[in-house]
């Protein structure tokens, strides 16, 4: 998320935070097991996840539309090193 999002001052995102936020994720297309992925994480605190907008491109895509819509996205960890600097982990 960019850094001016209401949540980017936090270091740990309680996951019941995630409920009715919205998301961008990775699409279906080149990324099958992304939203299933994290539907199921965030099941047993009883969160589903609002997708707003599913990604076929990939992470830099991600990152220009985190950027223009001041949204948040679930990403692994490894990708911290690839964001740009007007985005916060």
């Known amino acids: 998320m960019r850094a001016t999002h209401p949540l ?3 270091k740990k995102i309680p996951p ?3 409920s009715g936020l919205v998301l ?3 699409g279906r297309e080149n990324f099958p097991d992304y939203a299933e992925g994290m539907r199921a994480a965030l099941k047993p605190f009883r969160v589903m996840p609002h997708f707003v907008k599913m990604l076929n491109d990939g ?4 990152f220009a539309e985190l950027e223009a819509n001041n949204a948040a996205a679930i990403l692994a960890e490894g990708i911290a090193n690839m964001m740009p600097r007007s985005l916060v982990m």
């Open 8 to 10: 980017a001052k936090l």
């Open 16 to 18: 019941q935070r995630l």
């Open 24 to 26: 961008l994720g990775l």
């Open 59 to 62: 992470v830099s895509a991600m």
